[in-house]
T-cell receptor
């Protein structure tokens, strides 16, 4: 069974204080690893897809990296508007459903 | 370009009742997926529809069923509601059913079962 574990569950940072969120996964074969951002009362918003170990992607203050067992979302000099829940998900290879398996998310709060 | 819209936004039902949730896909998208998100949890895959046919299903019982219409809008039907069905139901559309396709989510329908 595919599993995604995110840590920490919650993180409070001061504005400008950089940090990393962790996503550990077990999957029979990885088609893709996804990062989404979810604001209160909204659906998840796509951030990145990573396909293979060693891959990195960046968007503004966010950078996602991937190894064979985990992914990191690095947040550099965050601003209060980066406060949200960050969700990691995997899509497995092989037959069956094409749905994503999500972790529980990391609730990030950036204090001014 | 309109995004994914879901209706209603909130719904209260009693145990044993039936409910229908609706979703309009983003323009040009032919694939729709439904997810259930319980409080404090990540979304859980229910099923996916492509060109009006179910082509993938998660670990949900048959009382969860769906439809996709020729205009690619979709419905999620849940029969014999249980208390544990209380959750945020998210609809997501994608351009096609290719793997690694990014999903565009609606804001969801918050269902409360009393």
């Amino acid at each position: 069974e595919d599993q995604v574990t995110q840590s920490p569950e919650a993180l409070r940072l001061q504005e400008g204080e950089s940090s990393s969120l962790n996503c550990s996964y077990t999957v029979s074969g990885l088609r893709g690893l996804f990062w989404y951002r979810q604001d209160p009362g909204k659906g998840p918003e796509f951030l990145f897809t990573l396909y293979s170990a060693g891959e990195e992607k960046e968007k503004e203050r966010l950078k996602a990296t991937l190894t064979k067992k985990e992914s990191f979302l690095h947040i550099t000099a965050p601003k209060p508007e980066d406060s949200a829940t960050y969700l990691c998900a995997v899509q497995a290879s092989g037959g069956g459903a094409d749905g994503l398996t999500f972790g529980k998310g990391t609730h990030l709060i950036i204090q001014p | 370009e309109t995004g994914v819209t879901q209706s209603p936004t909130h719904l209260i039902k009693t145990r044993g009742q039936q409910v229908t949730l609706r979703c309009s896909s983003q323009s040009g998208h032919n694939t729709v997926s439904w997810y259930q998100q319980a409080l404090g949890q990540g979304p859980q895959f229910i099923f996916q529809y492509y060109r009006e046919e179910e082509n993938g299903r998660g670990n949900f019982p048959p009382r969860f069923s769906g439809l996709q219409f020729p205009n690619y809008s979709s419905e999620l039907n849940v029969n014999a509601l249980e208390l544990d069905d209380s959750a945020l139901y998210l609809c997501a559309s994608s351009l096609n059913r290719a793997v690694n396709e990014k999903l565009f989510f609606g804001s969801g329908t918050q269902l409360s079962v009393l």
